[in-house]
């Protein structure tokens, strides 16, 4: 950015007051945000003695006296798993369904509180037999199945760490986060069913553990639940079945507490290097917040409404709020195994039917997908059941926004539009239903207990109508404690761009933002080197690290481009060594370099389009200069190309790809 605050032309005008019927019954109320300005620290005390069961009370709130370290009720103890399992059952919830889990060929499995806490007791006893102890880590590479939860649940409720690795990784992907955790077991399946076939994940792993990097390897065991019935090879002594070794342990385990600092999972994100980081969540402040939230922010009554999050459980949205946030709540869920349209369009809206989903949160990539096939879809289905919605993953279009109400929501369902992040853990900024009035593509305001600020480059606080940089300027429970081994890394992304400004760190999101008149808050997107692909972010720095892995690249540069139904997409320009330049002609290296990004990262990733140029347009200093090919790839005019050293490469690239 090259002016100290962002403009943003989007003029918005409508609002939506909620309504009468849904302010008198609303979970939230408006004391929270007074108490939460009278008292912040007091506030968040309150929330989680309430809403959580401590094994062993915290006396101490917050120490930040080794900030932007922080420790949230460090001397409390307390069992994630305990706290979304036992305590229902000894509540005497026992037989509320936990989970209607719905697999992508149309089978489906019901377990209640008391089934998945046998579950994940037995599931406990054999991690324990499997030699894993507090603080280990065990690599979860699964597809969105009950024994996904089962094996999150059962990690932490003994302590130790998990990393779930979203199944569309690759296995280079994999093999990189087992090593960066030194993850002692990998817990996956044979496949996963996806877009009406099964998708191998067995082999992935396979892949991912015989590659050699020159290093010992942590794995000691693989432990494969049968799913996808695929033909998998096998590594004696390695590879065990989940369902022979879960015969071989004993049904019943006894939670115990552990301090609120212990970690509970790690999970790799993009960032604007091209090596993924680790982020660190712990236990107290976590479930704190995300309980607090998923209760508030989806105006959950667990007794009554059938909650559905369509994030798949390897993606921070799914931890927090497939897992986490509903289990410690007791609330029933959905969980479903495929894609939204498999194996056919209305998929959805036809588990939505079924099970008579009242909360349903997704990501605007979905409903842009949906808008695009048409009403008629969800039209055949009946959305009754259907009392308030959510987005997150990216700004939600006012057009997209207002269709979700209209044909999702009947006209009015309130919407949540949720801006938070991995590094957050739990929502940040939102609407809560039956409080604020709603304004189409605005995520609106802080919630209760949670500081935002919009800074100008130098950390100056913008004037309404104006635009900057998202910041957060007090520390919050549910905040990435870390980067798992690189504790520098952590300070300096996160907690530097303010430094000067302020006496304490201030965390810089990455995100532009604007103000508006009234204190709302509207998302404009990243500003560093990150995009977000269907609500997903990926760096441009590790797709073009994979690219020039490949023999005939010399150089590369990415950019997100605007994409209408991804609302970005991976465009990658690319520079072929002059030794390769004449081996295949310009579609078959594209056809080739697609394939090995994919094969690099995972699928996520795979460019739409790449460009092989001669050249990257690139500043006298040696900067490639993105905006310009962003500019081409979005078929733009090309912008000033003043700062080149040499004008006329844009000129050529430009005339090449004209559309
Ligand atoms: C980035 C975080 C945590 C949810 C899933 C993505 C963008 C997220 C919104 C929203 C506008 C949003 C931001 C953020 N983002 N929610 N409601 N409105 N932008 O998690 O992969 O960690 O990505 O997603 O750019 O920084 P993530």
Redo the contacts with the bound molecule.
């Keep these: 950015m090259s002016a100290n605050s962002i403009d943003s032309l989007q003029h918005e005008g409508r609002h939506f007051p909620p309504s009468d019927s849904f302010v008198s019954t609303a979970v939230a109320s408006p004391d929270l945000y007074d108490q939460a300005n009278r008292d912040r620290l007091g506030f968040w005390a309150d929330r989680s003695r309430e809403l959580l069961h401590w094994h062993t009370p915290f006396t101490e709130v917050l120490d930040w006296s080794d900030a932007p370290f922080a420790r949230w009720f460090a001397d409390g103890e307390l069992n994630v798993a305990y706290n979304c399992l036992d305590r229902h059952v000894l509540a005497g919830n026992g037989d509320r369904v936990a989970i209607n889990w719905e697999g992508e060929p149309g089978d489906s499995r019901t377990l209640t509180y008391s089934e998945l806490t046998a579950e994940v007791k037995r599931a406990a006893n054999l991690l324990i037999k499997l030699g894993i102890g507090t603080g280990d880590t065990v690599a979860i590479y699964l597809p969105n199945v009950p024994e996904a939860v089962i094996a999150m649940l059962a990690v932490v409720r003994i302590g130790a760490i998990h990393s779930v690795v979203f199944g569309g990784f690759s296995a280079e992907s994999l093999r990189s986060r087992i090593d960066d955790a030194q993850a002692k077991l990998v817990i996956t399946a044979d496949g996963g069913w996806r877009k009406g076939k099964v998708s191998p994940l067995k082999p992935a792993v396979d892949g991912a553990l015989a590659l050699d990097k020159g290093t010992p390897l942590s794995v000691e065991h693989v432990l494969v639940l049968k799913r996808g019935d695929n033909d998998i090879d096998w590594v004696e002594g390695r590879d065990l079945w989940w369902h022979d070794e879960i015969e071989t342990v004993g049904s019943e385990h006894e939670a115990v507490g552990f301090p609120a600092e212990t970690p509970l999972f790690i999970l790799y994100?993009?960032g604007t290097t091209g090596k993924p980081k680790g982020i660190i969540h712990t236990t107290g402040g976590y479930l704190t917040q995300v309980t607090f939230t998923h209760k508030n922010v989806f105006d959950l009554n667990p007794e009554k409404d059938v909650y559905w999050c369509s994030?798949d459980v390897g993606?921070?949205?799914g931890h927090?709020y497939t897992v986490y946030g509903p289990l410690s709540n007791g609330a029933t869920s959905v969980l479903y195994e495929g894609t939204p349209d498999s194996p056919h369009p209305g998929r959805w809206f036809e588990i939505i039917e079924k099970y008579g989903v009242s909360i349903f949160y997704t990501?605007?990539t979905a409903i842009r997908s949906f808008m695009k096939v048409g009403r008629q879809v969800p039209d055949a289905f009946d959305l009754s059941s259907i009392r308030l919605l959510g987005?997150?993953?990216?700004?939600?279009n006012p057009e997209a926004w207002m269709w979700y109400r209209e044909v999702v929501g009947a006209g009015t369902a309130p919407i949540v539009?949720?801006?938070?992040?991995?590094?957050?853990g739990a929502?940040m900024?939102?609407a809560l239903p039956g409080i604020t009035s709603l304004k189409p593509g605005s995520?609106q305001v802080a919630l209760p207990g949670i500081s935002i600020s919009v800074l100008d480059e130098t950390g100056v606080a913008v004037e309404p109508g104006s635009g900057g940089l998202?910041a957060i300027t007090e520390p919050w429970p549910s905040m990435l404690r870390g980067i798992w081994g690189d504790p520098e890394r952590f300070v300096e992304t996160y907690w530097s761009k303010f430094r000067d400004a302020f006496d304490t760190p201030v965390y810089f999101?990455?995100?532009g933002a604007r103000l508006d008149a009234d204190g709302d808050l509207w998302?404009l997107?990243?500003v560093d080197d990150?995009m977000?692909v269907s609500?997903?972010?990926l760096s441009t720095a590790e797709i073009e690290s994979a690219l020039v892995s490949h023999p005939i690249v010399a150089e590369s540069a990415v950019v997100g481009a605007a994409d209408e139904a991804t609302g970005q997409a991976v465009v990658a320009f690319v520079v072929l060594r002059s030794e390769h330049a004449g081996d295949q002609t310009v579609d078959e290296a594209s056809v080739l370099l697609r394939g090995h990004v994919t094969e690099q990262i995972g699928a996520i990733a795979r460019p739409r389009q790449v460009f092989i140029v001669e050249e990257l347009p690139k500043t006298r200093s040696g900067k490639i200069m993105r905006r310009l090919l962003q500019d081409v790839a979005e078929g733009r005019a090309i912008g000033d190309t003043t700062t080149l050293a040499d004008a006329s490469v844009m000129q050529l690239i430009a005339d090449r790809y004209k559309k």
């Excluded at 539009?417 to 590094?423: A, L, N, S």
């Design positions: 994100t993009s994030a993606w921070i949205t927090s990501a605007p987005s997150v993953g990216e700004p939600i539009d949720t801006w938070w992040q991995t590094e957050t929502i900024v939102s995520a998202l999101a990455g995100d998302l997107g990243r990150v977000n609500g997903h972010r």
